[in-house]
């Protein structure tokens, strides 16, 4: 069955670069999610998307925007990277309430 | 306003051994339960899932969580504990409605010795 693809899996960006990670739902899912995981910590909710429209929004940076495209999959922007941002991001979609997450892109800001 | 408990940070079996990985949680709605488990360094498998169907819920891998109303429970069970289910386990809700999202506990780690 097809599940919620993430790219990049990795990447290492300097501070102050811009990153863009990538999502693509599982097909027919309404809804797209994205959390960030810091070391040792449980996931944070920053954003969703239903039917490509934003929402709810969590504790997502000023630094940081998202939006989902016409084909579903979504674009997580993050610019003026600060070494806090070294997380494992993950993106999850939905349909009727069961969220199905991706592998997860592990972004280090050096 | 939702939130969850892992009451127990870290839990340690012997492999064979009974595997109790304990949640509470509070919701204003009617929530959906969650478990999740996270391998090193992997992403999150959804383990089972309630949504106020059969409180006994059955999931993968032999994993099982009782939804308990008056206690506010939903605790993850496993009769006989394997080395592969070493890894993080997160109790999650959900709720919202048209804004339907999670909330994760902390987590729990479970580390099963030989």
């Known amino acids: 069955a097809a599940g919620v693809i993430q790219s990049p899996r990795h990447l290492i960006k300097e501070k102050r670069e811009t990153a863009t990670l990538k999502c693509y739902p599982i097909?027919?899912?309404?809804?797209v999610y994205w959390y960030q995981q810091g070391p040792g910590q449980d996931p944070q909710f920053l954003i969703s998307f239903y039917e490509k429209m934003q929402s709810d929004k969590g504790s997502i940076p000023d630094r940081f925007s998202a939006q989902q495209f016409s084909d579903y999959h979504s674009e997580l922007n993050m610019s003026s990277l600060e070494l806090g941002d070294s997380a494992l991001y993950f993106c999850?979609?939905?349909?009727?309430?069961?969220?199905?997450f991706g592998e997860g892109s592990w972004l280090t800001v050096v | 306003a939702q939130s969850v408990t892992q009451l127990d940070s870290h839990v340690s079996v012997s492999e064979g051994t009974p595997v109790l990985l304990r949640c509470n949680y509070s919701s204003s709605y009617s929530p959906s339960l969650f478990w999740y488990v996270q391998h090193p360094n992997k992403g999150l498998q959804l383990l089972l899932k309630y949504t106020s169907a059969a409180t006994l819920v059955k999931g993968i891998n032999g994993f099982e969580a009782e939804f308990k109303k008056s206690e506010t429970s939903f605790h993850l069970t496993k009769p006989s504990a394997h080395m592969s289910d070493a890894a993080e386990y997160f109790c999650v809700v959900g709720s919202g409605g048209s804004n339907y999202k999670l909330t994760f506990g902390k987590g729990t780690l479970l580390t099963v010795n030989p």
């Open positions: 097909p027919r899912h309404d809804t």
């Open positions: 999850a979609s939905s349909l009727i309430g069961t969220i199905y």
